[in-house]
Every structure is written in structure tokens, then in C-alpha cells.
């Protein structure tokens, strides 16, 4: 089938789902950058690119799309499928709990269960039992912040707070600097190039933020052209996935003020680090798709007095 047969057989937004769905299935397509199934892969892609909202289907399925809109779809459905990229990055747009950000390929497509935690932890009814009070934060920073989502979320939660946010990579600094001035926080978040802690001399924080790389190499060696979409150095995190998480922990008692804390995001290392660092006390986070691939430790934790 051409895509002008598409565009002419294909009329509804319901039409062009059923056959996203059909086409990504055939395809053998992987997920896992904000979806989990062709359906929902679909659903994002088509909803996005006619800058719909993206959870809420049921509504447009049976509305009849314009010419333009169709062309568009068919478009998009057939470069998913061929190009495997994931469908942010043909959209150019990615969301964290409904906010959402610019993404292209000079960072990877923003997914951090930080993100859920954070929004979990300070609009719950109770406030949280161990992240410290959003009005009471002065300085944040975020380590490998990549495209600056978290820094974003970080100087929405904290509005008192001046936000440091630090990337090795100049390119994803450049996608970053794009979503500070969409997000209008631009006067309350600085960007540092460097590794890690390295541009951040004598300077301390009420709340250190990081997701970090951390996929080890046998799994960076079975990824799906989807993930190696991504730059790589935003998911290699050495052979067992913890170099930096190991490097970030040395190093962050150095940049905590007294009363403060780490929230990092380490993805399948709980055992290796509990076994490694067992004098730390590692609180362990539960978020809707995991129980242990976050942790936060207080300052004091790590020997800040």
C-alpha cells in the first residue's frame, strides 16, 4: 500500500491507530521510552503529532482528519517503523508526569522515576517523609541532567531555590538551554559543562538530584535499535552499571549541606550497592514500575555534620 493509498483509505484517527498498531506489531518494534505496548506507542505518536493530549484517546478516535493530517500520520507511522526511532524523537517532544519537554537525538528521551517521585512525594496529601520542605530548599543541583528535565521539575518545586545543572555533553546542554526558556526558568537554573561534581568546586546543596548512566555493558550489547537511538554515553555506566552511581556517592558529602540529601536513580544495582556500601543507609523508593531502582540517603547518612 502507497501512502497515498493510506492517506485515501484511511480517514479516522481510529483508523490510522488500528494501523499503527498493525504496522509496529509486523515490525516486531521495542518500547520503553514513556510507552510499554504498539498501542500506547501509537496512541503517543499519533495524539502528539496533532499536538492533542496524549492521554486521552477515546474522545478523537472516530474524528475525521484533514488531508494534511493524514499525509502527516502516514508519514510518521512508516519513519517509526523504518528509522526505529523512538516516537519522541519523531515528535520531538517528551513528557513527565503531563509536562512536557523538547527532546531530540543529543539526549536520551526523558523517563527518570524521579520525576514520579517527586510529584508523588510533594503534591500528596501529607507532604513528604523524607525529601525536605519545597519552600525551606535554597540550592538544588542536578547531575547529568541531559536534557534539564529534572532541573526543570526541580525549579518548579522549589521555587526559592537557585538550581545548578550539570551535563559532560555541550549537545545536551544545548537541548537543555531549549527547555529552561520554554519552561521560563532560565533566571533560576544555571547550566554547567563537565564530569559530574568537577564544575561544581566548594559549592553545597540542600538537595542533589541524579540520574546517572547506568546500564552495564552486557545489556548495552543486547539493546534494540531504539535504545541505540539514544547517545550512548547517556546509558553506559561501565560493567555493572554502577561506575558513576559509585563515583557520585565519593563525591557527594563534599556538596551536601547539613539537613540535606540525595535522590538518585541507579536502575538494577540495589544488591551490588548494598553489598559494596554496607554502612550506608539507603532508602529505597517505590515508584509504579519498580521498588528499588531509586534511593535517597541524607547528608547525615553520608557523614555530613
Known amino acids: 500500500m502507497t501512502q497515498d493509498d493510506i492517506t485515501t483509505e484511511l480517514v479516522t484517527l481510529r483508523d490510522y491507530w488500528r494501523y499503527a498498531i498493525s504496522r509496529f506489531n509486523a515490525a516486531d518494534l521495542s518500547y520503553g521510552h514513556g510507552t510499554t505496548t504498539a498501542g500506547d506507542d501509537a496512541a503517543f505518536l499519533l495524539l502528539d503529532t496533532l499536538d492533542l493530549p496524549i492521554d486521552t484517546l477515546d474522545p478523537f478516535l472516530d474524528a475525521r482528519l484533514l488531508p494534511a493530517e493524514r499525509a502527516l500520520l502516514a508519514e510518521r507511522i512508516e519513519a517509526r517503523v523504518t528509522t526505529r526511532k523512538p516516537s519522541a524523537y519523531l515528535t520531538g517532544r517528551s513528557y513527565i508526569q503531563g509536562v512536557r519537554f523538547f527532546v531530540d537525538e543529543r539526549v536520551i528521551v526523558p523517563r527518570s522515576h524521579i520525576g514520579e517521585i517527586l510529584f508523588s512525594e510533594y503534591l500528596g496529601e501529607h507532604g513528604s517523609s523524607f525529601l525536605p520542605d519545597p519552600m525551606l530548599v535554597e540550592s538544588a543541583v ?3 541532567t541531559g536534557s534539564g528535565c529534572l532541573a526543570v521539575l526541580a525549579a518548579k518545586f522549589f521555587p526559592q531555590a537557585s538550581v545548578d545543572a550539570v551535563d559532560l555533553s555541550a549537545d545536551a546542554l544545548e537541548v537543555a538551554r531549549l527547555n529552561l526558556a520554554e519552561h521560563d526558568v532560565e533566571d533560576q537554573v544555571t547550566l554547567l559543562q563537565g564530569d559530574l561534581f568537577a564544575p561544581l568546586a566548594g559549592r553545597t546543596y540542600d538537595l542533589i538530584i541524579t540520574n546517572p548512566p547506568y546500564v552495564d555493558h552486557a545489556a548495552l550489547a543486547g539493546y534494540p535499535p531504539e535504545f541505540r537511538a539514544e547517545p550512548e554515553m547517556a546509558h553506559d555506566g561501565g560493567e555493572d552499571g554502577l561506575d558513576l552511581v559509585r563515583k557520585i556517592l565519593a563525591a557527594a558529602a563534599n ?10 536513580e541507579i536502575g538494577s544495582g540495589r544488591e551490588i550497592l548494598e553489598e559494596e556500601f554496607p554502612h550506608l543507609d539507603f532508602v529505597w523508593l517505590e515508584t509504579e514500575q519498580s521498588q528499588d531502582a ?5 547528608a547525615e547518612a553520608l557523614g555530613v555534620s
Open 142 to 144: 542536578d547531575i547529568c
Open 294 to 298: 531509586v534511593f535517597f540517603i541524607s
Open 255 to 264: 556538596h551536601l549541606n547539613p539537613g540535606g540529601g540525595m535522590i538518585c
